[in-house]
């Protein structure tokens, strides 16, 4: 992804500006406040967003036009070769904010996952790890590692899958999230809970099961005391037989093996008889089986009957719930009249207009009270200047004056030397007389001369020669002499004039030292400095007035007071309406009103989901005790309720088991008796000790007496019994009201240990997944990190010129050189060599993150540290780097001198 064209419609302080970039190595440059930082972040602003910060300098607030407008703006961009167009404003809020992305050449929007970061689309990263590789602000190379960013994560991704968006973190994320729906420290889990249900379950079985112990003691003891009433009585009757009968005594004697055989078999099919004719219905005779199938169908009504319970208890601990939250959701009725659901959003942006209105109010006071302390503070400088007026008016020719007396003296002094280095003793007449002799000796020189050569005399024109030539030098030399005494003359009346200008000069500065009432010409300097220090203090304090004046120009403070004042207005309207004192304490109520709708939502659905699941249940329940009665019917179950036939199934079943045992033991008697019988005629005993058969007669009283006294003790003893029978009965009765069987706990328990079992399964293997994924994530990224330590090296070697051996990176991103032997911290090295090396760590981040470096590199005056070596190095190795595209934002002219002198090809864009 590149950037083709930013469109700056408002932003901050730029209005309609629009920047075209092109491939390769764009350099943005212009002075300090042009906007070179401004631009920057509106593309990052454009592809990222704002963060959710609330502070008074978040973005939002510091890239705000003054003006009030929306801030708004399109950035153009080229990705896989398609070129979109981003339009977005931004208001005060979130939820003003706009943002399409729109195909450049059809004009249809575009549709994309994240719709307010699409940065994040054409990256595929996030906006920290984007302000951390392609985003390069002023000294702020530096990269720190924080929650946010995800740059070792996609390197090891695209290393360990080749596909950056597999994130391993995610997946051992969504595992941990398995884990923790399981078991938590709260014990909150769903392992958690079923385990505290087991421990719950056992419990109410242990209970259950003393319970059971307590009650087998109490039917051991009733049924002893049965069978011992039975056996009292049996005695009675004997007692009264044996009184009846005391002569038979001796034939019983003479059968008593016999009879007791015959007497045992007779009360078998007795019982049998009884037994068999409890366990026929009106129509079928009840077995264990049947009795089986009937238990199991019982077993699963209680289970239904028990969750209908459960859910009746959880409805009413829900409505007690609402009914407590509506009671405090009735507080809040004032809210429920108002229409608008976006309260309080309004109520934030309201709170929000008034701090911005105020701030901007007293940034006009501060202004205003800014430009009263300069003006005092230039009232007081002016005070100090004595004479004020006076030099104002004269300071230009004071300067004239000075400035020619200063030449004067300089130029006399020059003169001065100069005369008196050509001081000579000659006199003017006396070089004029040497001038005509040299005169006349020169005429007959040409005479004799002439003469020679027409006479031909060769020689005396030949000797003549040296002499002109000496009487020539002599010639030149006089006259030389007397032109500098010419000249020497016109210069001493020159330095007579200059003295003379020097003096008048000179006497123009005491008349001005008077006047300023100076002892001395220094005093009078010092006068004239401090008149030109106020000037330019002046100067600079109206310079920053009027700056301040035309900044309040700008500002319609009646506007601003106007907005003020209405929205002061609305405010205290909302805290007559909301009886609060402040928005803060609104928002508060608010957020109470929202909290309390929300939960009320859950609980009025959890309860109506509950209402319909008992229904359902009861359906259920009513169809399961239908089918029940059906099933029973002819059993003598009709006016039992349904809760309480596990009792008399309980009594069917040991009916039954009881018939089995009878007719184990009728069996075993029978075959006795036939063996003592020993082939005789069984009928003819029967007859004759049928009386006594049915009674076990025992006794050796010689009288009636003794029988009748031992009637009585044992009709006490029945009565006694018949009283402890009738209260371990009562007890017996009462034990089990509101306890579950032994039997339904110990399946329920059956059940809730399989879901434990899987449960634990499920959580180990979720437990080995994650511990072995994160093995092979950290396996993945030490084979990485050499590599990245490698790659930064290089680069810092080459922009440091340096001969560092290795670079160690953290996963902090903290970094340590080492150099010969010495592994050391970058603390110790100079600024601009962090910086190189910070460099080095975010094109090697960037290297590794885009193979084809098909992005774009945004650097801010990111070499402001550097000198000038280190930053022709720092611009080579970008270009070396061969990024499809670099914004290098810049002040210093000698960015653009060293792409020049390289030769380096790039895109001039010049701001103003």
């Not at 730029?14 to 764009?26: Q, V």
């Not at 911290?825 to 090697?844: C, E, M, V």
Request: hydrophobic share 35%; glycine share 4%; net charge negative.
């Amino acid at each position: 992804m590149i950037i083709k064209k930013a469109s700056i419609e408002s932003f901050a302080g730029i209005k309609g500006k629009i920047i075209e970039f092109k491939n390769g190595f764009n350099l943005i440059y212009g002075e300090n406040e042009k906007g070179k930082s401004t631009i920057e972040n509106f593309i990052r602003i454009w592809l990222y967003g704002f963060d959710n910060s609330r502070g008074k300098l978040n973005d939002r607030r510091r890239y705000s036009p003054l003006s009030g407008e929306k801030m708004s703006g399109e950035l153009t961009i080229e990705h896989e070769e398609e070129v979109y167009t981003i339009r977005r404003s931004f208001g005060l809020t979130k939820k003003e904010d706009v943002c399409e992305i729109v195909d450049d050449i059809t004009g249809d929007k575009i549709e994309l996952f994240y719709e307010n970061e699409p940065g994040k689309n054409f990256l595929k990263i996030n906006s920290s790890t984007f302000s951390k590789t392609l985003f390069i602000n002023q000294l702020g190379v530096a990269v720190n590692k924080d929650k946010e960013e995800e740059i070792m994560e996609k390197i090891t991704n695209i290393y360990n899958s080749g596909e950056e968006n597999i994130s391993v973190k995610k997946a051992i994320e969504i595992l941990e999230k398995g884990k923790k729906q399981l078991i938590t420290s709260r014990k909150l889990g769903e392992l958690d809970l079923l385990r505290e249900k087991r421990d719950s379950l056992k419990e109410e079985l242990w209970e259950g099961y003393k319970l059971a112990e307590e009650n087998i003691e109490n039917e051991e003891e009733l049924l002893k005391k049965i069978e011992y009433k039975a056996e009292i009585k049996g005695q009675i009757e004997n007692l009264e037989l044996y009184r009846k009968y005391i002569k038979k005594i001796k034939l019983q004697k003479d059968y008593k093996e016999i009879v007791e055989y015959l007497k045992k078999g007779e009360e078998l099919k007795k019982r049998e008889k009884e037994i068999s004719g409890e366990l026929r219905t009106s129509d079928k005779i009840l077995t264990q089986e049947f009795l089986e199938e009937i238990n199991k169908d019982y077993t699963r009504y209680l289970s239904l009957n028990d969750m209908r319970e459960e859910k009746l208890q959880e409805k009413y601990n829900l409505e007690n719930q609402y009914e407590e939250k509506k009671e405090e959701y009735k507080e809040f009725n004032v809210f429920n009249s108002i229409e608008d659901d976006d309260i309080k959003e309004k109520v934030y942006i309201l709170k929000m207009e008034k701090e911005n209105l105020e701030e901007k109010i007293n940034n006009i006071k501060d202004i205003k009270y800014s430009i009263e302390e300069l003006q005092k503070e230039l009232n007081y400088r002016e005070r100090e200047i004595v004479n004020l007026e006076w030099i104002s008016k004269n300071r230009d020719n004071i300067d004239d004056i000075i400035s020619s007396y200063k030449e004067g003296l300089k130029e006399l002094k020059y003169k001065l030397e100069d005369d008196t280095n050509k001081l000579t003793n000659v006199s003017s007449k006396d070089i004029k007389n040497k001038l005509i002799i040299i005169y006349i000796l020169s005429i007959i020189g040409i005479i004799a001369f002439i003469f020679s050569i027409i006479k031909g005399i060769f020689p005396l024109s030949i000797s003549l020669i040296p002499i002109f030539i000496v009487l020539i030098k002599f010639y030149l030399k006089y006259s030389l002499e007397i032109k500098t005494k010419e000249n020497l003359k016109k210069q001493r009346d020159g330095i007579e004039n200059l003295k003379e200008k020097v003096d008048q000069d000179e006497k123009k500065l005491k008349n001005y030292v008077q006047e300023l009432k100076c002892n001395n010409f220094e005093e009078f300097m010092n006068k004239l400095k401090q008149y030109d220090s106020y000037k330019i203090y002046k100067e600079n304090i109206m310079l920053t007035i009027n700056t301040k004046k035309e900044t309040l120009n700008s500002i319609n403070s009646n506007e601003l007071k106007e907005k003020y004042n209405k929205n002061n207005s609305i405010i205290y309207s909302l805290f007559n309406v909301f009886s609060c004192n402040s928005l803060e304490e609104i928002i508060g109520k608010i957020n109470l009103y929202e909290n309390l709708k929300k939960e009320l939502l859950p609980l009025e659905y959890e309860i109506s989901k509950l209402k319909s699941e008992i229904l359902n249940i009861n359906i259920q329940l009513k169809e399961r005790e239908e089918d029940l009665r059906q099933k029973t019917s002819g059993m003598d179950l009709e006016k039992i309720e349904i809760l309480d036939f596990h009792i008399k199934l309980k009594d069917f079943r040991d009916k039954i088991s009881k018939m089995q045992e009878i007719k184990n033991n009728l069996n075993s008697v029978n075959e006795t008796y036939k063996v003592l019988l020993k082939n005789r005629d069984i009928n003819e005993i029967k007859e004759e000790m049928k009386e006594i058969i049915n009674n076990n007669i025992k006794y050796s009283y010689e009288s009636e007496e003794e029988i009748d006294k031992e009637l009585k003790n044992k009709s006490d003893e029945l009565l006694s019994l018949e009283k402890d029978i009738k209260d371990l009965e009562h007890n017996i009765e009462k034990r089990y009201l509101g306890k579950r069987e032994v039997s339904v706990i110990e399946e329920e328990i059956s059940i809730v240990e399989e879901k434990i079992s899987k449960a634990e399964k499920e959580a180990s293997a979720l437990e080995l997944a994650s511990s072995k994924l994160q093995e092979a994530f950290l396996e993945v990224r030490k084979n990485i990190a050499p590599e990245l330590n490698n790659t930064v090296l290089n680069k810092f070697n080459y922009l440091s010129s340096g001969n560092y051996k290795e670079v160690k990176i953290s996963e902090e991103y903290k970094l340590k050189v080492k150099n010969d032997n010495n592994l050391f911290d970058i603390d110790i090295l100079s600024n601009g060599a962090k910086d190189q090396l910070y460099l080095s760590l975010r094109l090697s981040f960037v290297e590794m993150l885009f193979k084809n470096k098909d992005v774009s590199l945004f650097l801010d005056d990111a070499f402001v540290q550097y000198d000038d070596e280190r930053r022709t190095k720092a611009l080579k190795l970008l270009i070396a780097e061969k990024f499809k595209q670099i914004l290098f934002f810049t002040c210093q002219s000698i960015d653009k001198e060293i792409l020049d002198k390289n030769k380096i090809k790039y895109n001039l864009i010049q701001l103003s």
